[in-house]
């Protein structure tokens, strides 16, 4: 009997997620498309964070009999937008965006490991060797500059041909300068 109800615990149930699973995808996409591209873009942490509470309330009024389509709903409009006054407030207010988002930081500046920035981003030397390698470079050497960005992660801007990296002053680089 209990191997049963973890298999199949009747018709209703399977009638009501394919029911409010269409309309809730279909509110879903609804307010995603209102509210725009950067509902979903995961420039930071935070915009992450969103798009992760989004899916798991979607997941929610697919699978909880006791979350009404109404209130899953009403929790798509709160999480975009909440997320719409975050971002809006972030371009107006550059004090309020340095609150909300990270900046990116300089790891690596002409082949050198930059050791506090290392430290300070909880990154080991080892780590950012295999991003190097997952860029298709072989060495530190190779590359100008690594970035961590503020979505965490990692741009891997190798040296122009020639190896002259005079053109990637330190100052014009994220972190730095």
């Not at 899916?55 to 109404?70: D, E, P």
């Not at 500059?145 to 801007?157: K, M």
């Amino acid at each position: 009997m209990m191997t049963q109800d973890m298999l199949f615990q009747g018709w209703s149930g399977l009638l009501r997620t394919l029911i409010v699973g269409t309309l809730a995808y279909i509110g879903l996409v609804t307010f995603l498309r209102i509210s725009g591209k950067r509902t979903l873009a995961k420039l930071n942490a935070f915009d992450l964070v969103v798009t992760v509470a989004i899916g798991s309330t979607l997941a929610t009024i697919l699978l909880s009999k006791s979350v009404a389509l109404a209130e899953g709903f009403t929790a798509f409009a709160l999480l975009i937008g909440l997320q719409y006054l975050v971002t809006t407030g972030s371009v107006m207010w550059p004090r309020f965006a340095r609150t909300v988002r990270s900046e990116p930081r300089l790891v690596m500046h002409k082949g050198e490991f930059l050791h506090d920035a290392l430290r300070r981003e909880r990154v080991t030397e080892e780590e950012l060797l295999s991003v190097i390698r997952n860029n298709g470079s072989a060495a530190p050497d190779e590359i100008a500059a690594v970035v961590l960005e503020s979505d965490g992660s990692f741009s891997v801007i190798p040296k122009p041909e020639g190896g002259d990296t005079a053109n990637f002053a330190s100052a014009d680089l994220p972190g730095r300068g």
